[in-house]
């Protein structure tokens, strides 16, 4: 197996995926490699790491705009925008816990997978943070898509098309991003021993509220503590969040006792739904993440049955993750329950051979299948860029 | 003579005309296809009125399936079709040909379905942006983005133009609040994308539709969210005696992490046109003013006021009011959302959209006055400050041909100049007809050609909107 | 937008003035939200933005008028609410008052058609021909299936049937020509008139029995005009000019009588439809030297009965706090701009006033429009009784007698002239239906 590539410039990548179409040949796109568990298994392909285009490329704080190359780790842009009080409103979740594999999570595999955390429902996803891509297709061409502002809806939003491609459009060079301000507080409300059905209740209370919920989370027992726990975020300046707290708890006071946590016992909480941690062991069990509107949440566990081993709700319940068995029948059980759920499910992480059986990403209808195709050849005809990730033959 | 170039007409599709509204009118009710000159005359221009071309025939479908036999029966024709919603569109987004048939979704406004627990609305396309806030406040809701137009402009028009509005610097744009489509490609195939579940899977098509400007389909049904109503929301006026200071305080609020509502500009220009309708008490003696809103509980805005405030100081603010009252706000957002329309009062115009970084603010302002200067005419600046998205209107005689082809260069000018600064062509009102040819100046070439190659994979003979967004080059007529 | 008028045509100061307001329309389409045609049928060429385009071509062109080009000016209700929307001030009302008056020089209409209309326009502003023909209808509905059957305009003559009354008051003050004096008080006497008019006259003559009770309380003396009649609202909106214009003549000669015989402080009107149009005569008869002066004399004057009302120096207190829906007639909130005024009075009379969603919708009552356009006018109508069963009033208020009919013939809660309340809070009897 020859040695992956690591471009430092955007010509290095232009000239390695020109050299792959000439041979014929097929490229593996990573980062930092964190996130390499997810997605179809990897063809025989040479792997391309984007991981030494990494440089701040602009900062401009007074706009909230980040830019950086796709290589640049999440932690460095963190730490960077943090000096001035910013911080990645989508909270893109860390791949550490769920998959352990070695390497940092980068700007690129973050715009790729579009995996945001529990503020998406408020903040949006990492999709809707994304101003610009710089990019270079199947064909070996740079494209840019967007710039760096927001409102901008100039020809068609090849951005929003790149983000979650999983690499399949092309190679992501440079992303600009939109920040917000790091909240200045944080104070979680907690409810203990909540069946699911009522923590769904009291989290759509939450979020139907004008409190400003941004973050809305169910641990079942098990989870760090023996009973089930309800969890609702509420962040802010500091002047204003007791008394958004405190009306807030009296609205949902009738659902139980709830307690507080604030500062860092809170914000490590938070970080622990945003990375799956609590299903992630054992690591030989498959899992799961489920979109589906919150009020079917309660329906589609159900109907998973005893194939659930485990499982907690993040989004208000409209974020469902899953641990099962590693196995065909757990997924077809999966597959049919989300489909009555009219929701869709990711198997994020599964040994490569039930990976390669069953489908990763939920299967588009046949004209989805279709247009999906048409998009990859549009971009990449000679199936180049980490061919058959998402779907067979794309 | 026009100075936006169309397409080459189709001539054996106008030879076939006939032909072509007999096949419409065999699978139509007749309240549902127009083909009489005077009925398709209503249908032969948008917002940007320099241009109108009469269409081959206009059909208002009651039904997605309806759109569907329609879209096929028009591809197996070969004409091109141009989508419509309330034709609102300031780009020309909505303007014909003589070759093409006008599908318009004002007949399909029914709300299907509002679910607040998993807050979203489903909806016609053809439901207007604010009947949707309307049917769910009352129950604590509504759905945040909100352009100016928004009494009158469809849904579906929004989805194709990816709309903004001032409310969004907080809430964002049409596709960070949309959930799903249906959308009916040209053969007559209906694709469901997203959901009630957020994040559809796979590509985001969605994402790629909206703003599409007509281009991939035509959307029918729409699944937007909805947003809790904030306790209370307070716009404040703030009067500048300079344009620097006003830009420079929009900057310095974003920089202290401070995320209002909406942070609006008008100039003292604008400011009259709007104060003569709305009678809101905006301060006519003032260089530029920002509309501030904040929202939250009275004792969170308080707060949040008081720090905003403290910045309009060291910008040396003159005036400053807030609003007392909810009639007061409704007043002040009345005056700002009319101003297009109440410019009309004092001269016909070209409403400008482009965007710059909010740190090149004052120069992109000072730029623009130069410009419009240099080609004799007067412009009025109203726009939506707190993310550059810049309307200047550029005030002309219509009935002057001469000087409108002036008014379209000098907008081209100020367009050329937000790419220049870093910014882009359009913030919200898309590509449309009016910016085309200025593609170039955003795009390369190589670049055109891949959303080119997007495009032609739901629509490879290019006959959705054919005379929108990508510069005709060898097509003009 | 632009204009593409020949320049011998803007020599005509008509031609100019109407140039001039369709230059004003900058084509933005806010008006189309609030127009009761283009909400109900979702189609351009019935909205404002629609027929100012379609006027404009007619009018540059001087082309002859289609049959497609009619039924869109026909459709629209000059309820004005587009006027009230518009942000560039487009002054709509006259486009589509011109395109009536030339439609009805220039355009040969179906005969069934030219003989409804003709006759419309000839029995309801004469008091006596208006109630000979309701008493015919109340034969008439004896024979509402064939007359309903009756080709072309069937349809129109079942909703003319719909309309008319179970029974006919009989005749009260408009048809007694007089002063109506107040009781003596110190002073000089306070004297305003009060318009007969047509259609409310014959109908609910209550409502003027109602007004004088209540202005002679406040020591106003009331007088009805000698030679007064149809103020030619009906006409006007027909297009039918000249006979509109005879009819104002009428009235403002009745008036100018008084005004430089006793003296004249205010001329009451009850029937919105109509002060709106009174409102104008200063503009309708802009042409004729002999009655301009006159005619805006009598335009100062007019005043709707809620204007006069909220001046009163009167005490009110409602006799029971009834939940009011006040329905805002379009000639009051979008033509003569009167919108706060009523609701504040009746608020302060004691009644709980609540306003009714989707009010700035016509109701489909429109002057004779309920009865040429009867689909539409009923689609209206059911919306508007929707709209107030959601308030969940006690009583209906309006203040125009075309409302009350239209939103008296289904809604089951009884609807009442707003002055009716008034009197009744300041000491008169309870009106019918809530006594």
């Known amino acids: 197996m020859t040695e992956a590539l690591k471009p430092e410039r955007e010509a290095d990548v232009v000239e390695a995926v020109l050299a792959a179409r000439h041979a014929g040949t097929k490229l593996d796109i990573v980062g930092g490699g964190s996130k390499a568990g997810l997605g179809r298994p990897r063809a025989e392909a040479r792997r391309l790491s984007s991981s030494a285009l990494s440089g701040i490329v602009f900062y401009a704080p007074a706009e909230m705009t980040l830019c950086a190359g796709a290589g640049a780790t999440i932690a460095a842009i963190e730490a960077a925008v943090a000096e001035h009080g910013q911080t990645l409103p989508f909270e893109p979740m860390r791949p550490h816990a769920l998959w352990g594999a070695g390497g940092e999570p980068t700007l690129g595999g973050m715009v790729a997978t579009n995996l945001a955390g529990p503020r998406r429902p408020s903040a949006g996803a990492v999709r809707d943070g994304v101003l610009g891509l710089k990019l270079v297709n199947g064909l070996g061409e740079p494209i840019r898509c967007g710039g760096r502002v927001m409102k901008n809806v100039t020809g068609l939003d090849l951005v929003k098309l790149n983000c979650g491609a999983h690499g399949t459009l092309g190679v992501l060079t440079e992303a600009t991003i939109k920040l917000a301000p790091r909240p200045e507080t944080e104070t979680t409300l907690v409810m203990a021993g909540l069946g699911e059905p009522k923590a769904v209740e009291a989290m759509t209370r939450g979020l139907g509220s004008p409190f400003g919920v941004t973050g809305a989370a169910w641990l079942a027992p098990g989870m760090g503590r023996d009973f089930s726990r309800t969890l609702m975020r509420i962040e802010g300046f500091a002047e204003s969040i007791d008394d958004r707290v405190g009306r807030f708890a009296a609205l949902i006071g009738e659902f139980g006792e709830v307690s507080r946590l604030s500062g860092e016992d809170s914000s490590t909480l938070w970080r622990s739904v945003r990375d799956a941690e609590f299903i992630a062991e054992p690591r030989d069990r498959a899992v799961w993440r489920v979109n589906l509107a919150p009020s079917r949440a309660g329906s589609f566990v159900a109907a998973l049955g005893a194939t659930s081993l485990a499982h907690f709700l993040d989004w208000g319940g409209g974020l469902v993750w899953v641990a099962t068995a590693a196995s065909e029948a757990a997924a077809s059980t999966v597959r049919r329950a989300v489909a009555s759920a009219k929701g869709h499910a990711t198997l994020m992480r599964a040994p490569d051979s039930l990976r390669a059986a069953v489908e990763v990403f939920e299967p588009p209808s046949a004209l989805g299948l279709t247009l999906s195709r048409r998009l990859k050849q549009s971009f990449d005809p000679d199936g180049v860029l980490n061919f058959g990730r998402m779907y067979d033959g794309v | ?477 | ?435």
């Open chain 2, 1 to 477: 003579m026009s100075h936006i170039a169309f397409p080459r007409l189709d001539e054996t599709i106008i030879a076939r005309r006939a032909a072509i509204v007999g096949r419409l009118a065999a699978i139509l009710p007749p309240e549902c296809l127009i083909a009489d000159e005077s009925g398709r005359r209503a249908f032969e221009t948008d917002a940007l009125t320099a241009y109108r071309r009469l269409p081959l025939a206009v059909v208002l479908p009651r039904s997605t399936e309806e759109v569907a036999r329609v879209l096929r029966l028009c591809r197996d024709e070969m004409v091109n079709v141009v989508p419509r919603g309330a034709g609102t569109s300031l780009s020309g987004g909505a303007i014909p040909q003589e070759d093409a048939v006008v599908i318009t979704l004002t007949k399909m406004s029914r709300i299907l379905e509002v679910n607040l627990a998993d807050r979203y609305a489903r909806v016609e396309a053809g439901v207007t942006n604010l009947a949707i806030s309307e049917a769910v406040g009352a129950e604590g809701f509504f759905y945040a983005p909100d352009p100016s137009s928004q009494l009158a402009c469809t849904i579906g028009g929004n989805i194709g133009m990816n709309s903004g509005g001032a409310h969004c610097l907080k809430y964002g744009v049409t596709t960070n609040n949309l959930l799903g489509v249906r959308l009916v490609t040209l053969d007559g195939e209906i694709l469901d994308i997203g959901g009630e579940a957020m994040d559809a899977p796979g590509y985001d098509l969605l994402g790629l539709v909206c703003g599409s400007e007509g281009q991939l389909g035509i959307v029918t049904e729409a699944i937007v969210r909805l947003i809790p109503l904030p306790e209370g929301a307070r716009p404040v006026l703030f009067g500048f005696d300079t344009v620097e200071d006003a830009s420079q305080c929009v900057a310095a609020i974003i920089g202290a992490g401070i995320v209002p509502v909406a942070m609006e500009y008008m100039d003292k220009l604008a400011i009259r046109i709007c104060e003569d309708f709305a009678h809101a008490g905006y301060p006519l003696d003032v260089e530029a003013m920002l509309i501030i809103e904040v929202e939250g509980s009275d004792a969170e805005m308080g707060a949040m006021l008081a720090r905003i405030g403290a910045i309009a100081k060291a910008h040396n603010v003159r005036t400053a009011r807030e609003s007392m009252s909810a009639m007061e706000s409704a007043q002040i957002w009345k005056g700002r959302k009319s101003a297009f329309g109440a410019t009309g009062r004092v001269a016909d115009y070209i409403c400008m959209d482009g965007t710059v970084p909010t740190g090149r603010l004052p120069e992109a302002l000072q730029r623009t006055g130069e410009i419009c200067a240099s080609f004799g005419l007067r412009v009025a600046n109203v726009f939506h400050a707190g993310d550059g998205n810049m309307h200047p209107l550029i005030l002309y005689n219509i009935n002057d041909e001469a000087e409108r082809v002036k008014a379209e260069e000098a907008g081209a000018a100020v367009l050329e100049m937000c790419v220049e600064l870093g910014g882009c062509l359009t913030g919200e009102h898309g590509v449309g007809v009016e910016k085309r040819e200025l593609m170039p100046r955003q795009f390369s070439d190589v670049e055109l050609k891949q959303q080119k190659r997007v495009r032609a994979a739901f629509d490879p003979d290019g006959r959705l909107n054919p005379a929108k967004v990508f510069p005709l080059g060898e097509r003009a007529a």
């Open chain 3, 1 to 435: 937008m632009q204009t593409q008028f020949a320049p011998e045509a803007l020599g005509d100061p008509h031609v100019r003035e109407l140039e001039g307001i369709l230059r004003s329309c900058v084509h933005c389409g806010f008006c189309t939200a609030t127009c009761p045609t283009y909400v109900t049928q979702g189609d351009e060429r019935d909205s404002p933005r629609g027929r100012i385009y379609l006027i404009k071509d007619l009018l540059e062109t001087g082309r002859k008028i289609e049959a497609e080009d009619v039924w869109p000016i026909d459709h629209c209700l000059s309820c004005l609410s587009c006027m009230t929307t518009c942000p560039s001030g487009v002054d709509y009302r006259r486009l589509i008052d011109n395109a009536r008056v030339r439609i009805e020089e220039t355009y040969r209409r179906p005969l069934a058609h030219r003989v409804l209309r003709s006759l419309l326009v000839r029995l309801i502003p004469s008091r006596a021909a208006f109630r000979a023909a309701l008493r015919l209808a109340q034969l008439g509905r004896l024979f509402k299936p064939a007359l309903g059957a009756v080709p072309v305009i069937g349809p129109k003559l079942d909703a003319m049937l719909a309309l008319a009354p179970m029974s006919l008051p009989p005749p009260g003050p408009a048809e007694k020509p007089g002063v109506y004096p107040a009781a003596s008080a110190a002073g000089p006497r306070r004297r305003m008139a009060l318009l007969g008019g047509c259609a409310e006259a014959v109908l609910a003559p209550h409502i003027h029995k109602a007004t004088i009770r209540l202005l002679n309380r406040a020591g106003i003396d009331i007088v009805v005009a000698e030679g007064e009649g149809c103020c030619g609202s009906l006409a006007h909106h027909m297009g039918v000019e000249e006979r509109a214009l005879a009819q104002a003549r009428a009235d403002i000669d009745a008036w100018t009588r008084e005004i430089e015989g006793e003296g004249l402080e205010a001329i009451v009107v009850t029937a919105s439809g109509c002060g709106a149009t009174i409102k104008d005569y200063g503009y309708m008869l802009r042409d004729d030297p002999a009655y301009v002066g006159k005619a805006a004399r009598v335009a100062d004057l007019a005043r709707d009965v809620s204007e006069v009302a909220a001046e009163l120096d009167l005490d009110y207190k409602a006799p029971r706090r009834l939940a009011v829906a006040y329905h805002a007639a379009c000639s009051l909130q979008h033509a003569q701009k009167i919108v706060d005024p009523p609701k504040a009075l009746l608020r302060r009379a004691g009644f709980d006033v609540r306003s009714i969603p989707e009010a700035h919708l016509c109701c489909g009552s429109a002057g004779t429009y309920n009865m040429l356009q009867p689909d539409i006018a009923r689609a209206l109508r059911d919306r508007k009784i929707a709209n107030i069963a959601r308030v969940k009033p006690d009583v209906i208020a309006a203040g125009n007698i075309g409302c009350i009919q239209q939103i008296g013939s289904a809604a089951k809660t009884p609807v009442v002239h707003t002055v009716e309340l008034l009197d009744w809070a300041s000491g008169g009897p309870a009106p019918a239906g809530l006594g």
